[in-house]
């Protein structure tokens, strides 16, 4: 890999460690403020709605301009958002601006390997890429974390610089502060990512031009036999692993006696996990074989219900790595396939707005019925239960549908072959 790449991944490290650290931040803020425990999960949902109500225009605004262009502006928008918790904007509406720069950011992020990258390299780089990522999932959490700890918050609020007075008087203010740093940090890796040089197709002015482009690029998506797999797999994926963040924490809470600060740690082993099976992807799986990672899919799911038995942090500790590993192993290989496809299908932006707009609508719902269910005053262990059998069971649904897929390839190819 060239230099470009690690520059990129830098980038994407700085930005969603950034990300990671604020939600931690922002569920300590609710707390602080004595919210509705059901506030908690409405955080993804306000911070994944941009995804969904831009969809359409976010992808062809990627496509407009150079990715590195648009990762700047990206985070310019999170910074933005930080700052807006920081001067005491209610922390929904907030972190719903840091998902407007989010969703601006991910079809830039993902859409330039494929122009910066030849496609027989695109599993190892979405391998190093998801492994990088998780990686900054588990330091984010873990900042987060440790910020909110009385201790190293009193020492770091106590540090002033000479002759200067920062303003910073709370331990929330002192969390934004150094988010917000993080945040500045990715943007400055964004002016040094390479331009790939891809020609940009001009912005349409026309809104319900762009709405139309990207409702045929959805169809055209869902309609090719690996599109719509991978498609279905990556959907799933993203809205369980949005929901299984705020199950860990109220389960680590009820089964084993942690607060927010430790609870946020079993997160990132979590994390780890993921970061494992994405590793373990890129150098084992090609994307020729990236459906035959289905089955773990099921596996991943029967392992969540497995949680509900649990009552020592040491015997968790191996099973969530072992979810996380599942989870990375079938994950990686299946986004790899979906960005080869809407790549060649329609272009690397506006497949990347695509997947996103799946995904976090998978996000909006997953974790808008969660928060209902908690709302509703369901056990978490019954959430548990509900959760690990609706992602085993969609999973093998999606393992009929690439089954049937390949009977009806095999039977046209057989059928072309008698033709000629």
């Known amino acids: ?36 425990a059901e506030y908690e999960p409405l955080l993804k949902t306000f911070f994944t709605v941009s995804y969904v109500a831009l969809a359409a225009f976010v992808g062809a605004f990627a496509d407009s301009m150079p990715k590195w262009r648009v990762m700047f502006i990206s985070n310019g928008i999170k910074i933005a958002g930080c700052m807006l918790m920081y001067f005491d904007v209610h922390p929904l509406v907030a972190y719903a601006v ?22 027989r390299k695109l599993v190892i780089a979405n391998g190093w890429i998801e492994g990088l990522t998780v990686m900054a999932i588990i330091l984010g959490v873990v900042l987060g974390g440790a910020l909110i700890q009385p201790n190293l918050a009193a020492q770091l609020l106590a540090f002033d610089f000479p002759l200067f007075n920062t303003g910073v008087d709370t331990v929330a203010e002192m969390n934004l502060l150094v988010i917000g740093l993080l945040y500045l940090i990715a943007a400055l890796f964004n002016l040094y990512i390479p331009d790939t040089g891809v020609d940009h197709k001009p912005l349409k002015k026309n809104p ?46 009820a089964a084993l006696n942690l607060d927010l600060s430790k609870a946020s740690m079993l997160q990132g082993v979590v994390a780890v996990g993921v970061a494992i099976g994405a590793v373990l992807a890129a150098k084992m799986i090609t994307l020729r074989k990236s459906v035959r990672v289905i089955p773990l899919g ?51 932006g506006h497949s990347i707005a695509v997947q996103n707009f799946n995904e976090n609508l998978s996000i909006l719902v997953m974790t808008g019925i969660y928060s209902l269910l908690i709302k509703a005053g369901m056990h978490i262990y019954w959430v548990i239960v509900l959760f690990g059998l609706f992602v085993a069971g969609t999973m093998w649904l999606v393992k009929r549908r690439f089954e049937a897929n390949q009977r009806e390839h095999d039977d046209v190819s057989y059928l072309e072959d008698r033709a000629h």
Not at 298 to 315: E, F, K, N, Q, S
Request: net charge neutral; hydrophobic share 60%.
């Open 298 to 348: 099921i596996a991943m799911g029967l392992g969540v219900i497995v949680m509900i038995t649990v009552r020592d942090t040491w015997v968790a500790l191996p099973l969530l790595v072992l979810v996380g590993a599942l989870s990375g192993f079938f994950v990686v290989p299946m986004n790899a396939l979906l960005q080869h496809r809407g790549h060649i299908l329609m272009g690397a």
């Open 1 to 36: 890999m060239s230099l470009g790449f690690y520059i990129i991944m830098a980038a994407q490290f700085f930005s969603a460690l950034a990300d990671n650290a604020l939600l931690i931040a922002a569920i300590a803020i609710l707390r602080d403020m004595q919210a509705p």
């Open 208 to 253: 319900l031009y762009l709405v139309h482009e990207f409702n045929h690029c959805l169809k055209l998506l869902w309609r090719d036999r690996l599109g719509q797999i991978s498609l279905a797999v990556t959907t799933l994926f993203w809205g369980a692993g949005a929901t299984l963040q705020f199950i860990v924490i109220e389960w680590a809470k």
């Open 98 to 119: 840091v998902g407007l720069g989010a969703a601006a950011y991910s079809p830039a992020k993902y859409g330039i390997l494929t122009e910066y990258l030849p496609h």
